[in-house]
C-alpha cells in the first residue's frame, strides 16, 4: 500500500533521513522505531507532505505522492498524527476532532455527529464539550487519533501515541489500535514504548541517525546486534552475551 524508496531530507548539515526504503502491506501494523533523533518524525513528515524530502520516491497505492501537500494526501487516504499534540486549546474536544472530520464530510451535522461519536468510542465521552486545553497527556493523545480517524483513513501514521501514557493506558490504547486495524485500516506508527510494538507490529523497522539499519518481526529484532548497539552503544550486545 505504501512504498518508500530512498528518501532522504538533510536540515543544514543534519542528515536526518538518509535513503531509507520501507513497505507497508494493505491491512498490515508496522512499526518504525529507533533511538531519539534517528529520523522518524522526520520520515513521517515527508512521507505524509509535511516536508518536502530532497530525494527518493514514495508511492501510495501505486501513485507517486511526492510533492502533493497534506490534504490532498489526507484525501487520498493517509492521515498522520502529530508526536507533539497541539490541540486548538479555545475549542472544544468535539471541535477539535471535527476538524479532521470535515476533510471527508462538509456538513456540519454530519460532521458533528462523526466526532462525537468517534471521541465516545475513545474514552471521550465526557469531554466532549470541554475546552481541549482541559486535556490530560492520555487525553490529548486520544484526541489527537480520534481527530485523525476522523478523517476516515485508509493508511494511519501514528507518531508515539504512548508516550507518555501508563500502562493501563498503553494497554487501552493498544487495543484501540487493534480496533482500528479490525475495521480495515493499515497502520504505520512510531514508538519507543517497546511493549506496545511487541503487541502490535507485524514487521519492525527499525533506523539509527536518518538509516535503516534493520527490519523483522518484532522477535527477531529485539535479539539484533545492529539494533541493540544503536540503543545501548557499540560493543553493547558483546557485552551483554558475555553477561
Ligand atoms: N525542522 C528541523 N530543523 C532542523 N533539524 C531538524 C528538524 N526536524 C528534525 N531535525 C533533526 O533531524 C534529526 C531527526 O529528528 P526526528 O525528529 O526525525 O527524530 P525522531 O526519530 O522522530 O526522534 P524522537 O524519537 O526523539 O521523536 C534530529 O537530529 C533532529 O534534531
Ligand atoms: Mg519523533
Redesign the pocket.
Same mark, same amino acid.
Given at each position: 500500500m505504501l512504498e518508500v524508496r530512498g528518501l532522504s531530507r538533510r536540515?543544514?548539515g #543534519?542528515r536526518?533521513?538518509r535513503g531509507i526504503d520501507l513497505d507497508v502491506p494493505a491491512g498490515a501494523i508496522v512499526a518504525l522505531i529507533?533511538?531519539?533523533?534517528?529520523?522518524?518524525?522526520?520520515?513521517?513528515?515527508a512521507i505524509a507532505g509535511f #516536508?518536502r524530502p530532497d530525494s527518493g520516491s514514495v508511492r501510495l497505492d501505486g501513485t507517486d505522492i511526492i510533492g502533493w501537500p497534506p490534504e490532498r494526501i489526507a484525501l487520498a487516504g493517509m492521515v498522520r498524527t502529530f508526536?507533539i499534540t497541539q490541540p486548538f486549546a479555545g475549542l472544544t474536544v468535539a471541535e477539535n476532532i471535527r476538524i479532521g472530520a470535515f476533510l471527508r464530510e462538509s456538513h456540519r451535522n454530519a460532521a458533528t455527529r462523526l466526532a462525537r461519536e468517534l471521541g465516545t468510542e475513545l474514552g471521550l465521552g465526557a469531554w466532549l464539550d470541554r475546552p481541549a486545553a482541559a486535556l490530560t497527556v492520555a487525553g490529548r493523545k486520544r484526541l489527537e487519533l480520534a481527530r485523525a480517524l476522523a478523517a476516515r483513513p485508509r493508511l494511519l501514521l501514528l507518531?508515539?501515541v504512548m508516550a507518555g501514557l501508563t500502562p493501563t493506558e498503553v494497554n487501552e490504547t493498544v487495543a484501540l489500535v487493534r480496533g482500528v486495524r479490525g475495521r480495515g485500516a493499515t497502520i504505520l506508527l512510531?514508538e519507543?514504548v517497546m511493549q506496545a510494538v511487541t503487541a502490535l507490529a507485524d514487521r519492525v523497522y527499525v533506523?539509527a541517525e536518518?538509516a535503516m539499519i534493520a527490519q523483522g518481526t518484532p522477535r527477531e529484532i529485539a535479539v539484533d546486534q545492529r539494533v541493540v548497539e544503536a540503543y545501548l552503544g557499540k560493543g553493547a550486545a558483546a557485552r551483554i552475551a558475555d553477561g
Open positions: 536540515f543544514g #543534519v536526518a533521513v529507533g533511538p531519539n533523533g534517528a529520523g522518524k518524525t522526520t520520515s513521517f513528515a #516536508v508526536q507518531d508515539e512510531t519507543h533506523m536518518g
